[in-house]
């Protein structure tokens, strides 16, 4: 089963809001990733953050990380239409080499 | 600078015919990795391979085999391929496992099994 699940599906909104997704994840973890993928395209990393991490920041990207709650939560401020895409978060799992296990993805649209 | 490039992009397949997916890295990456993508179950770990000559399986091994021959290629095969493998297969590598940082994706291989 995923390791990663994501809230929302899908997500509407206006250019100049703010966009947040919620991961939420099972087992504990080394790190967690976010992905965006542009349509038809590959994915493309955005931000890691480490299990002792509680919050990144990367340019309009916030992420927050809640170990507690096995939660992560990215949130792209001033949003672009531009930044439609899907957003995947991934986590790299304790005791389990090289893998990197998705999330089922938040489909962000950003009308202008 | 290429990065990760798969070939081919696009390929139709005959139930129980087999075909080859290739993915090269430029990059001199440790680790590569074979990814799925389905609507609604984003993506899953077919194989994976830490090194040359080694590799494992991921969440969904099951009607695929993979080789590492050479530390920049990384191939994954379908001996007789089924319409449930129907799917676009995504290549990935990175430079160590997943505590060091990210990873790097090709552009996906469409393939649809008739």
């Known amino acids: 089963s995923q390791q990663g699940e994501e809230d929302p599906q899908a997500l509407s909104i206006q250019e100049g809001e703010n966009a947040t997704m919620n991961c939420s994840y099972k087992?504990?973890?080394?790190?967690l990733q976010w992905y965006r993928q542009n349509s038809g395209r590959g994915l493309v990393h955005l931000i890691l953050?480490?299990?002792?991490?509680r919050e990144k920041h990367s340019g309009r990207l916030r992420v927050t990380l809640d170990t507690s709650k096995k939660s992560s939560s990215l949130l792209i401020t001033a949003s672009r239409a531009a930044d439609t895409a899907s957003y995947f978060c991934?986590?790299?799992?304790?005791?389990?080499?090289?893998?990197?296990?998705f999330g089922q993805g938040t489909e962000l649209s950003v009308k202008p | 600078n290429a990065g990760v490039t798969q070939t081919p992009k696009f390929r139709v397949l005959k139930t129980g015919q087999s075909m080859t997916l290739l993915c090269a890295q430029d990059?001199?990456?440790?680790?590569m990795y074979w990814y799925r993508q389905d609507p609604g179950m984003g993506l899953r770990l077919i194989h994976y391979?830490?090194?040359?000559?080694?590799?494992a399986k991921g969440e969904v091994p099951d009607g695929y085999n993979v080789s590492r021959l050479k530390k920049q290629n990384f191939l994954l095969g379908l001996e007789s391929a089924a319409p449930s493998q129907t799917s676009v297969y995504f290549c990935?590598?990175?430079?160590?496992?997943?505590?060091?940082?990210?990873?790097?994706f090709g552009e996906g291989s469409r393939l649809t099994v008739l």
């Open positions: 087992t504990s973890i080394n790190n």
């Open positions: 953050i480490r299990s002792n991490e």
């Open positions: 990935a590598s990175s430079l160590a496992g997943v505590g060091s940082g990210e990873l790097f």
């Open positions: 391979s830490v090194g040359e000559g080694t590799t």
């Open positions: 991934a986590t790299g799992v304790y005791n389990q080499g090289g893998k990197l296990i």
């Open positions: 990059m001199n990456h440790e680790y």
